[in-house]
């Protein structure tokens, strides 16, 4: 089970699985939107690099069209993401997602 590299599959998907959960792990436990919004992007890449080492593997194409797909809507996200977060630390001087509690009416 090697790719065209040399190296296993396995390690690939190993790889992938620690930095998805690794992203997993940041959103669920951190409170700076920041940093929720990088975890978000780690568990993107994780999923590109999976889909890209299966492509590989099994010689065909359409896993790295998809990745092309999932970097764009990853930049969509980080724009519209940001713009939030900008909005949100011009109303509270903070970036903390506790305090967001406070801007409901």
Do not use: H
Not at 65 to 81: H, R, S, T
Request: proline share 1%.
């Amino acid at each position: 089970m090697k790719t065209a590299q040399g190296i296993p599959l396995d390690y690939y998907i190993w790889l992938s699985a620690a930095l998805f959960a690794i992203g997993v792990l940041g959103v669920l436990y951190r409170r700076n939107a920041i940093i929720i919004f990088m975890c978000i992007e780690l568990m993107l890449n994780a999923v590109n690099l999976l889909l890209v080492a299966f492509s590989n593997y099994y010689s065909d194409a359409s896993g790295q069209v998809f990745v092309f797909f999932i970097m764009a809507v990853a930049a969509a996200e980080v724009a519209v993401g940001l713009a939030i977060l900008i909005m949100m630390y011009r109303n509270t001087k903070t970036t903390d997602i506790n305090i967001l509690n406070k801007l409901k009416w």
